[in-house]
Nanobody, 115 residues
Framework: QVQLVESGGGLVQPGGSLRLSCVAS????????VGWYRQAPGKEREWVIF???????NYIDAVKGRFTISRDNAKNTVYLQMNSLKPEDTAVYYC?????????WGQGTQVTVSS
């Protein structure tokens, strides 16, 4: 059974930084693509950034130059480093793991960017 547990959300001022973590279990993590979605109030969930099993990274333009993703396969963990945060980054952030054609989700962690 695949499980994902996120941590690291919180309240930060504009221009600040946060690092999210997501620990996976129940899967051969190094073989999986993994990444992050977010859902802002009143909006649909959107894909943000992903890293493949080979380390290829894709992201949306809105986070280019500000967000980075990395993975530690020995710890079954993916990280999202968010810098230069803006109020429009406020959302619940969800870790997402692809196992074949199956999508798995974490419970979400709230990120609020406000002064």
């Amino acid at each position: 059974q695949v499980q994902l547990v996120e941590s690291g959300g919180g309240l930060v001022q504009p221009g600040g930084s946060l690092r999210l973590s997501c620990v996976a279990s129940g899967t051969i993590f190094r073989l999986n693509a993994v990444g992050w979605y977010r859902q802002a109030p009143g909006k649909e969930r959107e894909w943000v950034i992903f890293i493949s099993s080979a380390g290829t990274i894709n992201y949306i333009d809105a986070v280019k130059g500000r967000f980075t993703i990395s993975r530690d396969n020995a710890k079954n963990t993916v990280y999202l480093q968010m810098n230069s945060l803006k109020p429009e980054d406020t959302a619940v952030y969800y870790c997402n793991l692809l196992v074949g054609s199956m999508n798995y989700w974490g419970q979400g962690t709230q990120v609020t960017v406000s002064s």
